[in-house]
């Protein structure tokens, strides 16, 4: 997500947690943040905020005779029947699809989906954030004075007979303010499936900032452990429980606007569904986020090309940020080259002439050699405001680093795109085009 945020209870590794002035620009009422005479409709911002973060889901025979039909399949050529084997290898697809969860889509601002705690389950909508790991939500014991936790869903402990005390204490802060409150245990149910016994934390308080966005709280979907004493994340606890086979879960982000089957997180494998081709996997390289190589970004070719994150970088992949986020010069340059321009009053976030979209240069993200296309539409966000369509930029500037190296972070503009794989087992995280119904 948008800052990189940092649990303060002995433990300090960054996460992108909450959102940054970009968010803020996606997801508000009508403002002057442009020349004059352009108005942005404050409605669109997602946020890519930690607990805001997000994420979200979305999915989209009958016999009616009584004669009797046979199909007839053609046999395949040996070659043939050799890459059926090779595709079902690296898509990791059973034939019987894993649990999916739909996500509605919020204006392409937020992802988020519905899960219930407790026995009998009580139910919440959260962001499902691959730049974190905790599972928190808002309590029924918040401060009187947190404006967020009595503007969403509360969990009660005492309704719940599966309920356990764990009593440990959080506090989590964001570029946007705080979370905190306790651990708890109890069943979490998810895609229909139950897990046992799940750490998760009961929020007692949260910055105001909080009290703006749609979903309760935020289910991390990070790479490692939760933070707090390397507590199993709820994915790990699917695995172990054996809910899903395999240690890998995937996402796709519809592109509409405001949707309910605004997306799917796929929980076990991948669903074909949609994407199309093969994945380009790359390798992670930290022990608790998807982070991992990219070789560089170019737009065009010959001498009039450019190159960004020269000489290899490293990225994360973050379905809780809204935008693709990258150091401020470098993002500065880049949205010049495509012939953006400044927005006024919005630190590193930029506006296209809405007319030139079309026409806009490819911007080609580099991983193992294989080059990753986005086009203009793809980059571009259209925000409607009262005095028109708005097109903003997809790439915002924000210094973030891990470690002493700069960090991009491929946020939702580019997993709208590409469908990803999280393949926990082999620590690597697949890129493959999104099948999307226009394309």
């Known amino acids: ?181 306790i651990f708890s245990r109890d069943n979490v149910k998810l895609a229909g499936k139950v897990v046992k016994g799940q750490v998760f934390g009961e929020a007692l308080f949260e910055s105001d900032f909080f009290a703006n966005i749609t979903p309760d709280g935020m289910l991390g979907l990070g790479f490692g452990s939760i933070v707090e004493d390397e507590k199993p994340t709820l994915f790990d606890n699917m695995v172990s429980q054996k809910i899903v086979k395999d240690p890998v879960f995937s996402v796709y982000l519809n592109r509409g606007e405001s949707d309910e089957n605004g997306g799917v997180l796929t929980l076990g494998g991948t669903n074909m569904n949609f994407y199309t081709g093969n994945f380009t996997f790359v390798n992670v390289i930290t022990t608790h986020l998807w982070i991992f190589q990219m070789d560089s970004i170019k737009i065009g070719s010959g001498f009039r090309s450019r190159t960004f994150c020269y000489g290899g970088c490293q990225a994360l992949s973050d379905t809780g940020t809204a935008l693709i986020v990258g150091p401020t010069k ?58 028109g369509p708005v097109c903003v930029s997809g790439f915002c500037g924000r210094d973030h680093t891990e470690g002493a190296i700069p960090l991009w972070i491929l946020g939702d503009v580019f997993t709208r795109a590409y469908y990803t794989q999280f393949d926990k087992g082999r620590a690597r995280v697949g890129f493959a085009k999104a099948k999307h119904k226009n394309t």
């Not at 808002?138 to 967020?148: A, F, L, R, Y």
């Not at 007319?355 to 203009?376: C, D, H, M, Q, W």
Request: proline share 5%; with cysteine; charged share 20%.
């Open 1 to 181: 997500m948008g800052d990189l945020g940092f649990i303060t209870n002995g433990d300090t590794r960054g996460r992108e947690l909450c959102p940054s002035e970009a968010d803020e620009f996606l997801h508000f009422e009508s403002e002057n943040v442009a020349s004059p005479g352009i108005r942005i409709a404050r409605h669109w911002l997602r946020m890519d905020l930690v607990f805001a973060v997000v994420l979200a889901m979305t999915l989209m025979s009958s016999l009616a005779s009584n004669v009797l039909n046979i199909p007839l399949t053609p046999v395949k050529k040996p070659e043939e029947r050799y890459q059926a084997v090779v595709t079902h290898l690296q898509h990791g697809q059973s034939r019987k699809v894993p649990p999916q969860v739909k996500l509605i889509n919020d204006n392409n601002a937020q992802y988020f989906g519905p899960i219930s705690i407790g026995t009998p389950g009580q139910r919440f909508n959260v962001i499902f954030d691959t730049g974190s790991t905790e599972l928190w939500v808002p309590s029924v014991h918040c401060h009187t004075n947190s404006t967020p936790c009595h503007r969403h869903r509360q969990y009660n402990s005492a309704k719940s007979w599966t309920y356990k005390a764990d009593g440990e204490f959080f506090n989590v802060t964001y570029g946007c303010g705080d979370v905190e409150g």
């Open 330 to 387: 470098e993002i500065a340059r880049l949205n010049d080259r495509l012939g953006a321009i400044p927005i006024i009053g919005l630190a590193d976030m930029y506006l296209f002439n809405c007319s030139e979209v079309n026409r806009l240069p490819t911007v080609n993200f580099i991983f193992n050699g294989k080059k990753l296309a986005l086009t203009g539409t793809e980059y571009v966000i259209k925000v409607n405001s009262k005095d």
